[in-house]
């Protein structure tokens, strides 16, 4: 049952074989049919011209005894013709003279000149009838049949024989369906040969497309391009792993290096005090990455689903300006836009707009500007935070948003807080996206929204110079 | 003040114990949930330090008989797993407050000071530390009789500093307290607003009041 569920080729070859005996079934069904029509034509015509000479005799026979000769002498060597000949009284002539004879002029009283078949004592015969003027002026009746056992017999045998290879027919079929079918899903196998040899090392192989028939070209490609992803994404891996310890490496190491050294000789207490605050401060960092590695692992495995609680974006927004204003002394801060609330969870989405806010007010020079703005735009809140400042490369730009890549390699920060941006954004369901063109930098984060307002975003946002930016950076 | 530490990891218990005696409290420590629940049940505690992953009994457990036998003291609970679920499960069983592992001990302090303050002192309308007065309702600060113009977050800071005179307060407890900014940056802003604030209420006077504890965080005394 299961192979007959499972295995393609069994079920092409069964089907192959299923249309060939229908296909036979109803050929043979036709020929045998035209076969019997000719049969009864041929026969039709013989009865009547037997008919036709008997009566052509009989109307020249002066008497019952002359008609039954001349008709005898017709019928020398006709095998299996039967004529019977009854007058008013009684049977004038019968041929074969047996009781076959008799029994079959009796049961043929209502026959006519139309051929009709009769069975009588197993034997078929097919019959005609009708009037017979005699020469003496009675009217007799005669009936002429011919058994047509050698036609159906022929018959017969032609419909047994075609059965028997109508069934020959279908057994071939069901083995060259096989053959054909296995061969037909070859390029399969080979998909499944080539899949069977990837492994964690070898992620670079892919299916040779020009091979691969057209039907499954599609399949193919779906293939490979889950393969490139997935190396992708295997690459991604390794190299976060490897930066990861990394990462971790360096204030460990620093932590060793000071401690030992401090160790090295008697040293007084403030010595030690200074050593234990700068220990104390590598923790910290420590920790801190650490529960971002874990805030991350969490999000990317769809574990951080933040409850739906309503926020006010602008009001969060100007609590962040607020306190990360204190950073930008010499820049240029400022809000724009309208209150929106979206629902979710407004820790995580301070931490979000945060680490944006943070990422802008380092990047942007002494006398820079930072905007921050909300509003809304096809049904979704639109927080923008942009920055003047020099370009990130477009092949930097695709990165951004990946953790421990830090645009300007100074090597300050954690390197995670796009990342975590990222996945608080996307844990709310809505996008992120990165531009920058020659002076401005923008992040934009779409958030969806559940009531029915109108748009509010302006096409070039007020304040900055510079042309619309419509260069949309990797979303995904 | 008496506070009861339940807490099965040998060094992280020691430190708790020996920080909080240190600062000026005294601290029982037991190292499973039996006799976590033995000891809190005697009501000698006025609050409780509970660990959530304990041998015997867990946290959870504790907490939950401790509030069926009427004990109301508070509970500040430790856990090293930061899911929202925890932490709501723990808020619903009668926990006052929480803190994830890796924690400030600054932090810690900071939040054990304020469930044993609350609702005992009513807030004090006017504040000062030697020369330094602080009107909270008028919204003045005057230093050495001179009128001092703070802004708003200013003010709040200066006030978290002179409601809780003596006691380290970690970047991460100011942030949260004076701006409402839950989550651990990486940045100096709470560093550059205290620069600022001592600009305004310190430098030109003495005795400084406002000092830093390297890697802990910032201290208001006279010193």
């Known amino acids: 049952m299961s192979a007959w569920r499972h295995s393609i080729t069994l079920r092409l070859a069964l089907a192959f074989a299923l249309l060939a005996t229908l296909v036979f079934a109803a050929l043979g069904t036709y020929l045998s049919r035209s076969a019997d029509a000719h049969m009864a034509e041929l026969d039709a015509h013989e009865l009547l011209g037997k008919l036709a000479l008997a009566r052509h005799v009989g109307m020249h026979e002066s008497s019952p005894g002359t008609l039954s000769a001349r008709l005898s002498d017709a019928l020398i060597g006709e095998h299996g013709v039967t004529v019977a000949v009854d007058g008013e009284n009684g049977p004038i002539f019968r041929w074969p003279a047996n009781q076959a004879t008799g029994e079959l002029a009796a049961t043929t009283a209502k026959t006519g000149e139309t051929p009709l078949r009769l069975t009588i004592d197993g034997h078929d015969f097919r019959v005609v009838a009708g009037a017979l003027e005699t020469g003496w002026g009675e009217t007799a009746r005669i009936v002429v049949a011919r058994d047509i056992r050698h036609h159906t017999d022929f018959l017969d045998q032609m419909q047994r024989d075609f059965w028997l290879a109508v069934l020959a027919a279908a057994l071939l079929t069901v083995v060259l369906g096989v053959l054909i079918a296995r061969r037909g899903m070859d390029p399969v196998r080979d998909i499944a040969h080539t899949a069977g040899r990837i492994s964690a090392g070898k992620l670079a192989e892919r299916i040779p497309e020009q091979d691969v028939p057209p039907e499954l070209a599609e399949l193919v490609s779906a293939f490979n391009a889950m393969l490139a992803r997935l190396e992708e994404s295997f690459e991604r891996l390794s190299d976060f792993s490897a930066d990861l310890a990394h990462e971790l490496r360096t204030p460990i190491h620093t932590l060793r290096m000071q401690t030992e050294v401090s160790l090295a000789r008697p040293r007084g207490v403030d010595e030690y005090r200074d050593l234990m605050a700068s220990n104390l401060e590598e923790y910290e960092r420590l920790s801190r990455m650490i529960a971002d590695m874990l805030f991350l692992a969490k999000a990317e495995r769809g574990l951080v689903v933040p409850p739906r609680e309503p926020v006010r974006l602008l009001e969060l927004c100007r609590q962040l300006v607020d306190y990360y204003g204190i950073l930008a002394e010499s820049q240029q801060l400022e809000l724009d836009g309208n209150e929106l609330i979206v629902r979710g969870d407004r820790l995580m989405l301070q931490r979000a707009l945060g680490n944006l806010l943070i990422n802008a007010i380092q990047h942007t020079p002494a006398t820079g500007r930072i905007g921050l703005s909300v509003c809304r735009q096809e049904g979704a809140a639109v927080v923008k935070v942009r920055n003047s400042g020099p370009q990130i490369p477009a092949a930097a730009l695709r990165t951004l948003f990946d953790r421990f890549v830090r645009a300007d390699q100074s090597g300050e920060g954690s390197g995670l807080g796009l990342a975590i941006a990222r996945s608080i954004v996307l844990a709310h369901g809505g996008s992120i996206a990165a531009s920058s063109t020659g002076e401005v930098t923008e992040f934009i984060i779409t958030l969806p929204l559940t009531d029915g307002q109108a748009d509010t975003c302006l096409a070039v946002p007020p304040g900055f110079g510079g042309q619309p930016h419509q260069d949309k950076g990797d979303s995904t | ?223």
Request: charged fraction near 30%; hydrophobic fraction near 45%.
């Open chain 2, 1 to 223: 003040m008496k506070i009861l530490i339940v807490e099965d990891e040998a060094k992280t218990g020691d430190y708790l114990k020996q920080g909080l005696s240190e600062a000026g409290f005294t601290a029982d420590l037991v190292r499973n949930g039996v006799d976590g629940m033995h000891e809190g049940l005697s009501g000698q505690h006025d609050l409780l330090i509970l660990d959530v992953n304990l041998p015997g009994l867990d946290g959870w457990q504790i907490l939950k008989a401790l509030r069926a036998a009427g004990r109301e003291l508070p509970v500040l609970f430790l856990t090293a797993r930061d899911q929202v679920e925890d932490r709501v499960k723990g808020l619903e069983l009668g926990a006052d407050d929480y803190l994830v592992k890796p924690f400030a001990f600054s932090e810690l302090l900071a939040r054990v000071r304020t469930l044993l303050r609350r609702g005992r002192v009513r807030e004090a309308e006017t504040l000062a530390v030697a020369d330094l007065q602080l009107d909270v309702l008028k919204r003045r600060t005057t230093r050495a009789g001179k009128r001092i113009d703070l802004t708003a977050k200013e003010f709040a800071l200066l006030e978290l500093f002179l409601r809780r005179p003596g006691e380290v307060l970690s970047r991460s407890f100011i942030a949260s307290q004076v701006w409402d900014m839950n989550f651990d940056s990486d940045t100096n802003v709470v560093e550059v607003a205290i620069r600022r604030l001592r600009a305004k209420v310190d430098d030109d006077f003495t005795p400084k009041l406002i000092h830093t504890l390297r890697g802990m965080g910032y201290v208001l005394e006279i010193r």
